[in-house]
């Protein structure tokens, strides 16, 4: 670079020289990859397969945005056309674009703000950029979401061992959208589907389930599946699920409980609970939520039958002699409802909710970039143990006692 071009990028910022400097190097690439195939300009090859053909206007992508710039041309000997500049192809693809608005937009900045985001690359240069407008923003961010819903829909199943199934549901605006968490055999959490809808009814949880099936997720294996107690979410895991253990969420059967209750017994009652969920045994909890039910029936009987409805339930892990460790996770939906924080987090600034497949794109973005933040669940050496559990508890001749519902064989 000339010196006094050194200069006046300084001004701008060490991003404006580096940039500055970088197209200086682009360039030089590209005129080594014509050399390559023309061979050195000014001396005569007979034997050269093809030619030098001027210089066009093209652009490259550089800090988020396209940068204008003049490309060289070279063309076959033989007349057979354009060839391709390996190095000009490399830096003009747009992928990254894409892969940048999708990152700046899922953390918080809106299309309108997007060149703000972006980093300094000299006055010079910003004058010829483009590929910064709200619609080219909003475009490229369609097509990346459409393309990992795309991909997570379409996800192979086959070599994935579940232990574990979290289901649950987030609404955007009108759409209700249904995810699918699951745990492997090794601890590793993954994202499965969703689906989307107006409500969390049986028929689109059934949908969900279904196509995890097809997909090749094995249903025959028997699995702990959490939920936070929706009915529609049981029916539908009965349905498709050949030999499902339900575990429902102990924190939402506490709140359920606390919110029929005045305040001022809130706290105790909710102790109460926990204290009983930590129990040593099954057996030991069950007699101390009975007790507690007992206690609540005449003052308020609609906490009592709150915390009767779906009891046995909430005290799967316990009966299934889960570890502590590992029964921090599995006695609640935390894991589900933390990857769907990530995706409400992600919409935040999104005021104008289009239709359904909107909130799929976006509730697929912040499902994929939680994934991203996953750890290994606590306690995971023994998954391998819990799977025992879970044959020996579906390869008894009767099902699990329920409460208001139909027994269901496992």
Not at 35 to 46: F, M, Q, T
Not at 144 to 151: I, K, R
Not at 260 to 280: C, E, I, N, S, W
Request: glycine content about 10%; charged content about 25%; overall charge neutral.
């Amino acid at each position: 670079m000339a010196l006094a071009e050194i200069a006046e990028n300084m001004h701008e910022g060490l991003s404006a020289l580096a940039v500055g400097a970088g197209l200086q190097v682009m360039a030089a690439l590209m005129e080594a990859d014509v050399s390559a195939l023309a061979g050195p300009k000014g001396k005569h090859d007979a034997t050269r397969t093809a030619v030098r053909h001027g210089r066009e206007r093209g652009s490259v992508t550089l800090g988020g945005q396209r940068v204008a710039i003049t490309r060289p041309r070279v063309r076959a000997a033989g007349g057979s056309g354009e060839l391709p500049i390996v190095s000009y192809e490399l830096f003009s693809s747009t992928e990254i674009l894409g892969k940048m608005a999708m990152e700046k937009m899922l953390a918080g900045l809106s299309t309108r703000r997007y060149p703000v985001g972006l980093e300094p690359v000299g006055h010079q240069v910003d004058q010829s950029c483009s590929a910064t407008s709200k619609s080219a923003v909003s475009r490229k961010f369609v097509a990346m979401t459409e393309t990992g819903l795309a991909e997570l829909l379409s996800r192979d199943l086959p070599g994935l061992d579940l232990v574990a199934l979290m289901i649950d549901g987030v609404h955007f605006a009108e759409s209700c959208c249904v995810v699918a968490l699951g745990i492997g055999i090794d601890g590793v959490k993954h994202p499965l589907a969703l689906v989307e809808g107006s409500t969390e009814n049986a028929t689109l949880v059934t949908g969900l389930l279904v196509d995890l099936r097809e997909r090749g997720l094995d249903v025959t294996r028997p699995m702990l599946v959490c939920l936070d107690g929706s009915k529609a979410l049981r029916k539908a895991v009965l349905d498709v699920l050949e030999r499902p253990v339900i575990q429902r969420c102990q924190l939402h059967k506490v709140r359920n409980v606390k919110d029929r209750l005045p305040q001022r017994l809130r706290f105790t009652v909710g102790r109460k609970m926990t204290d009983a969920y930590h129990a040593g045994s099954a057996l030991e909890a069950e007699a101390a939520l009975l007790a507690l039910a007992t206690e609540l029936d005449r003052i308020h009987p609609g906490a009592a039958a709150s915390l009767r409805e779906g009891l046995d339930e909430t005290l799967t892990v316990l009966r299934l002699g889960v570890p502590p460790t590992l029964a921090r996770t599995l006695r609640s939906t935390n894991c589900i409802e933390s990857m769907i924080s990530v995706c409400r987090e992600h919409a935040g600034n999104v005021k104008r909710w289009q239709d359904g497949q909107m909130a799929l794109r976006w509730c697929a973005a912040g499902m994929v970039e939680a994934g991203k933040q996953f750890r290994r669940v606590n306690g995971h050496l023994h998954l391998p143990t819990l799977r025992s559990a879970l044959e020996r508890q579906t390869a008894e001749p009767v099902g699990p006692v329920v409460h208001n519902d139909e027994v269901s064989a496992a």
